[in-house]
């Protein structure tokens, strides 16, 4: 193994041993599909390890894998755009039937992934990218590689989306 | 500032610069609906931030780990569940494959195993007695065509198959159509017309058994070439192979009791081709049981049985072995030698 070989080993073990679980979160609630998100979430990083070697030495990893995350979820939403055209009933069929309620905390949480997955893939992205996992407007837009502008006009529909779609699992709040 | 015009600000109000943020709360001071929107903004927040982390299971942070290693790469850039999918398939082809090349394995072949597995299977999802007993009936006729594929091949291999005594020229015995020589083994009992189950080996052009075992009698102990119409018309009855089947070649002192004798289908041609060697002339290993035990003439007519477990010969013991007397009470009219509880192994 050469020296290059091995430094890039161990950053990889690092940015693996950091990041593998919130990829794997980030990826579920953007997909909704456990089994989904676990097999996106492996081939985000074999994709990382790959491409390890050529990314600058001052990058930004955290961001670098989210980036290459939400290209895989893209590519699998695009993958899945067919259920787009399912008549509504059997999309909130497909809905509950993949997040049946659950005691307690879970009915709760079931409630805001239902209401995350109504949203279009572009608001729903950098929602989470915004409130979930902490990015400016600024770093996602070089993420998603569009502008500011765009990305605080996203932001600020998916908020208003996800209120109203969250309302219906919740009428009481928000 | 108004507010359809504020709300891109409020939906990333905790980055706004402090000169911004200085306006909208401005705003905020004299407008309760932008005020509650922030407030449900900032609650969105607080509820999708609450969404517990997905833990990875089991094995799940290995796999990865492995996926990703130098070597240990995907080229194919399919998902996990697709690759899982894709070997399915695979395993499902060569299963296919596999079960399509062994229906023409013989005995000694690497598949062959895997043939009677097939057959033991079958059997056990055959639904009903007359069903299971025709299946029965062609895997035995797929034993004679083997041995004889076997002889016609010059291969040597063990054999069991059963089928009806023809005749018997210069100690070969042609059993439905297969020459048969019987090696350790007292053929005295066998007659013309008997069913008889034969385990053997096939070697120099003919079956070389070391056990026959008969299952039903075509006559009755001790007038073995007397022919009993009956006979004939029993084992019609109880399934047998019918008169279409019967072989061309018949002793002349046995043609009343071919009447369901089997030939196998693409067997050998008799006797013609066999060197007559080694007649069954073997005696009995001494302190043996007696070599034939002669059906009950009280019940000559009861359907057959095979011996239980257990009182067959044992190492040395003759391995001809007769139907049990007075036999078949259990097993009621329509036992068939196929059929009896000893040949469901096969």
């Known amino acids: ?174 | 500032m108004r507010c359809d015009r504020i709300g891109p600000d409020l939906a990333r109000y905790r980055e706004l610069s402090p000169q911004c943020r200085e306006q909208v709360d401005r705003h905020l001071a004299c407008c309760p609906a932008c005020t509650a929107r922030l407030a449900s903004y900032s609650a969105q927040d607080q509820t999708l931030g609450a969404l517990p982390m997905l833990r990875p299971a089991p094995g799940w942070l290995e796999r990865v780990r492995a996926a990703a290693q130098p070597g240990r790469r995907f080229s194919t850039g399919l998902t996990v569940t697709q690759r899982a999918l894709a070997l399915a398939a695979a395993l499902a082809l060569l299963l296919g494959a596999s079960l399509t090349v062994s229906a023409t394995a013989l005995p000694g072949d690497l598949l062959y195993s895997l043939k009677r597995a097939q057959e033991t299977l079958r059997l056990h999802l055959t639904v009903g007695e007359d069903a299971e007993s025709a299946l029965r009936e062609a895997l035995q006729a797929q034993r004679r065509q083997e041995a004889g594929r076997l002889i016609q091949a010059g291969r040597a291999a063990q054999v069991e198959f059963e089928g009806q005594v023809e005749r018997r020229d210069d100690g070969v015995w042609l059993i439905s159509g297969l020459p048969v020589r019987l090696r350790d083994v007292d053929g005295a009992s066998l007659a013309a017309g008997d069913w008889v189950a034969v385990h053997g080996r096939t070697v120099g052009g003919v079956v070389e058994a070391h056990q026959v075992r008969v299952l039903t009698r075509a006559h009755p102990h001790p007038t073995p070439h007397t022919p009993t119409p009956a006979a004939g018309q029993r084992a019609q009855q109880r399934g047998r192979p019918s008169s279409s089947e019967t072989g061309p070649a018949q002793s002349p002192d046995h043609t009343p009791a071919r009447q369901g004798s089997a030939a196998p289908h693409g067997s050998t041609k008799p006797a013609a081709t066999v060197a007559p060697q080694g007649a069954a002339t073997a005696a009995p290993t001494p302190g043996a049981t007696p070599a034939v035990e002669a059906p009950s003439p009280t019940a000559p007519n009861q359907p057959p049985q095979s011996p239980p477990p257990g009182s067959g010969p044992g190492p040395g013991a003759p391995a001809v072995t007769p139907p049990g007397p007075g036999l078949g009470s259990g097993g009621g009219g329509t036992a068939s030698p196929t059929t009896g509880g000893a040949h469901k192994g096969f």
């Not at chain 1, 990083?45 to 290209?71: E, K, M, Q, S």
């Not at chain 1, 069929?93 to 995350?116: I, S």
């Not at chain 1, 837009?141 to 219906?168: N, P, W």
């Open chain 1, 1 to 174: 193994m050469t020296p290059g070989q091995a430094e890039t080993d161990a950053l990889f073990e690092r940015l693996f041993t950091e990041f593998s679980t919130p990829i794997l979160s980030y990826l579920h609630r953007l997909l909704g599909d456990r089994a989904q998100a676990e097999d996106l979430a492996q081939d985000v990083f074999v994709r990382a390890y790959r491409a390890l070697p050529a990314l600058p030495g001052d990058a930004n990893h955290r961001a670098w894998l989210y980036r290459i995350a939400t290209n895989c979820a893209y590519d699998a939403l695009r993958r899945k755009r067919l259920i787009a055209w399912l008549p509504l009933p059997e999309r909130e069929t497909r809905l509950a039937a993949a997040f049946p309620p659950e005691p307690d905390d879970g009915v709760q949480h079931d409630a805001v992934q239902r209401a995350l997955l109504r949203l279009p893939p572009r608001y729903r992205v950098p929602l989470i990218l915004f409130s979930v996992q902490g990015y400016s407007t600024e770093e996602i837009a070089k993420m998603l590689g569009i502008s500011v502008g765009a990305v605080k006009t996203r932001l600020y529909r998916a908020r208003e989306a996800f209120r109203q779609s969250y309302a219906q699992e919740q009428p009481d709040e928000v």
